[in-house]
């Protein structure tokens, strides 16, 4: 556990044990870098500041016109293209038109809308807090969800911001909604193949059918189920007491890498428990809530890199050195507006500034930044 005070920052960083759950203290405390200043008294409590309205800008929203745009044209390319007409059944060809033709509507008109009628929030005038960077908190191990993750929850102590209850199960459901119709059909076809081409009796094709699904999909999707579970774990924690009091946050270490590569980027993704901070920090030195643009790249292979635009949530807190904060990262999505409203909510029950850093300005710098920025060696996307 480290905990912040007014007179310095104690260290006591604790790792739980993945095997009985004990704490064991760690000497590996000072390598953390984590923050061992003298406060100098001064308080993070800012009574009023001026607010603005921004644009919540989305960088990948015509990536939706085009994708719909695409398939309309591809869609409608075949409907009429000459080709024989007993190729396929004629109520097969018209289904497929008629989802072809929605879809890529359905795409294009979600495009077009919130183009004409972009979301819109309001925050913290750019003044408030200039000294706070706009960039991202770089973290290895770091993992982007294609939703937002958590939940800002009243309850008798407080307010709790956690992951959302029903996140993990509701993946598993969808995970195996997919996977058991999609083994189904692709036994069913192998089967058919191999007693129609290699001239296999029925029950000894459907057996080695079902032989090769079970190897080959049944571990392809334990695999992702395993690595959903793995960013799952690595997702942070906060309750802010009613009283006041000090704030909790638990959160993962980041991935220490000197020398990252595939094996050590497993051992990450794979291992049993993720070793956690608790850090209890009076509510006075939290200085304000953040959301920054982050032009997400992941190593993942030697040539190229896993790109995703996503935002990064923020927690700033009060240094001693004039004009300097630290950063504590508590969000990673490429849910633009719901993790803008959800910051924006959080910032409201603590009671501090909410700088907002994801609009179209902010966008553009961080296409500046990325362009220098090397790709995570250990982290991913989890859709």
């Not at 704490?23 to 000072?30: E, F, I, K, L, M």
């Not at 408030?128 to 908190?137: D, G, H, R």
């Not at 504590?328 to 910032?347: C, E, H, K, N, Y």
Request: charged fraction near 15%; hydrophobic fraction near 50%.
């Amino acid at each position: 556990m480290a905990r912040f005070t007014q007179s310095g920052l104690t260290i006591l960083t604790e790792h739980r044990s993945p095997v009985v759950g004990i704490a064991q203290p760690s000497s590996a405390a000072t390598q953390l870098g984590f923050w061992c200043f003298q406060m100098t008294g001064r308080t993070a409590e800012i009574s009023a500041w001026p607010d603005v309205e921004s644009e919540i800008h989305r960088p990948t929203r015509w990536l939706g016109f085009a994708a719909g745009a695409f398939v309309l044209v591809i869609t409608l390319f075949v409907a009429w293209a000459p080709g024989p007409s007993h190729a396929i059944p004629v109520w097969v060809a018209w289904t497929c038109i008629v989802f072809g033709v929605l879809f890529g509507g359905a795409l294009m008109g979600q495009a077009i809308v919130g183009m004409l009628r972009p979301d819109r929030l309001r925050h913290a005038a750019p003044h408030i807090l200039p000294s706070v960077p706009s960039e991202p908190v770089i973290w290895q191990g770091s993992v982007v969800h294609g939703r937002v993750t958590h939940e800002l929850m009243e309850e008798s102590d407080g307010w709790h911001y956690r992951p959302a209850a029903n996140l993990w199960r509701n993946d598993k459901r969808l995970l195996f909604g997919f996977a058991i119709p999609f083994s189904v059909i692709f036994a069913g076809i192998l089967s058919w193949f191999a007693h129609d081409q290699c001239n296999l009796g029925w029950i000894v094709a459907i057996l080695f059918a079902a032989a090769v699904t079970l190897i080959t999909g049944g571990s392809t999707f334990c695999l992702i189920g395993m690595l959903m579970r793995a960013g799952y774990r690595r997702l942070c924690s906060l309750v802010i007491p009613r009283n006041g009091g000090d704030v909790e946050l638990d959160l993962p270490e980041e991935a220490g890498l000197a020398e990252a590569d595939l094996a050590t980027g497993l051992k990450w993704a794979f291992q049993g428990e993720t070793r956690r901070r608790r850090l209890t920090i009076p509510c006075n030195l939290v200085e304000a809530v953040q959301l920054c643009p982050w032009k997400f790249a992941a190593a993942s292979d030697i040539t190229w890199s896993d790109i995703t635009w996503a935002v990064q949530g923020l927690l700033v807190l009060a240094s001693p050195t004039e004009g300097k904060h630290e950063r504590l990262p508590i969000l990673l999505t490429s849910d633009f507006v719901g993790a803008a409203r959800l910051m924006q909510g959080l910032a409201r029950t603590l009671r501090v500034p909410f700088l907002f850093s994801a609009d179209a300005e902010g966008w553009k710098a961080e296409e500046t930044r990325a362009k220098k920025r090397p790709p995570l060696r250990v982290g991913g996307t989890v859709s």
